[in-house]
């Protein structure tokens, strides 16, 4: 008769639920997976597949009770490496929306407000339709693959233990942070010159006539202008979204290599 002992039974369940805890958080952070369109079933039923895969990958995990104090302690761990995971990710999609937002300011758009799917709030309109390209671009990439790749390898650079991301990995992960404003105003800065140049063409005619109604007649040369600025504009918004997202991978894999203090 095969007895199974507790202790043999509480490294089963930590086996799987430490790895099903970081999988888990990554999923509600992470790009695509944590849309609100997305059935949180579907995100746990996604979660439990790639644990139950990845968990014989893995070396054993450490000899602790999963509801001892120093369990919980891992366990917290494992929340925010997931969600820290998740977090360096969705940043550069964040950025792309903040571009088409600063993009939309300059050319009169910023009034046009849609209700954005995938976070349930209002955002502008040129700034969602740059976040679906990308996000489109994204698919036909097999970036979402990429992502769960990724986490993967992250068990092996960050594995299941009490060290979790340390002091260094939590600063890089804040440091990463910038990229919301820099990639915006990287993909977003010629679009937003070349309305600038046209906008200061603007003032100078009001100068020099000053009769001229502006709001009538600028307004939609503006738009008309700043539309076929985005036009000209897409192959330079996929170059910066794909560096970005390069960018963010190689933020992902430096989080194992930051020391832990």
Same mark, same amino acid.
């Given at each position: ?14 086996a ?6 970081r999988?888990?958080?990554? %999923? ?6 944590? /849309? ?21 990958l ?24 997931? =969600?820290?995971?998740?977090? @360096? %990710? ?5 950025? @792309? *929306?903040? /571009? ?8 009169? $758009? ?29 698919l036909?990439m ?5 992502? =769960? ?13 009490? *060290?979790?991301?340390?002091? /260094? ?9 910038s ?9 977003? $800065? ?14 100078? %005619? ?7 109604? $502006?709001?009538?007649? *600028?307004?939609?040369?503006i ?9 000209? *504009? $897409?192959?330079g ?25």
């Amino acid at each position: 008769m095969i007895e199974i002992t507790e202790g043999q039974l509480e490294a089963w369940v930590a086996a799987y639920f430490w790895p099903f805890v970081r999988v888990a958080a990554f %999923m509600t952070v992470a790009p695509v997976f944590g /849309a609100r369109f997305v059935p949180a079933r579907i995100r746990i039923v996604l979660a439990a597949a790639i644990t139950l895969l990845v968990v014989p990958l893995l070396p054993s995990p450490p000899a602790v009770g999963v509801f001892s104090p120093l369990g919980l302690v891992i366990t917290a761990q494992q929340v925010l490496i997931g =969600v820290a995971i998740g977090f @360096i %990710m969705q940043i550069v999609f964040d950025a @792309i *929306g903040l /571009a088409g937002q600063l993009l939309a300011n300059s050319m009169g $758009l910023s009034f046009a407000f849609n209700v954005d799917p995938m976070r349930g709030a209002s955002t502008a309109a040129v700034g969602q339709f740059y976040v679906f390209l990308v996000t489109m671009t994204f698919l036909a990439m097999d970036g979402h693959l990429a992502l =769960v790749q990724a986490l993967v390898a992250g068990f092996g650079s960050i594995p299941v233990g009490t *060290g979790g991301l340390g002091v /260094a990995g939590i600063g890089a992960v804040l440091a990463f942070g910038s990229q919301l404003f820099a990639g915006a105003v990287g993909v977003a $800065l010629p679009g937003m010159t070349a309305l600038l140049v046209a906008n200061l063409a603007f003032g100078v %005619m009001s100068r020099a006539a000053p009769t001229l109604n $502006l709001f009538a007649v *600028g307004f939609p040369i503006i738009l008309t202008f700043g539309l076929v600025v985005m036009l000209l *504009g $897409l192959p330079g918004l996929q170059a910066g979204f794909v560096t970005l997202l390069g960018t963010a991978m190689d933020a992902v894999s430096g989080l194992g290599a930051a020391p832990a203090r």
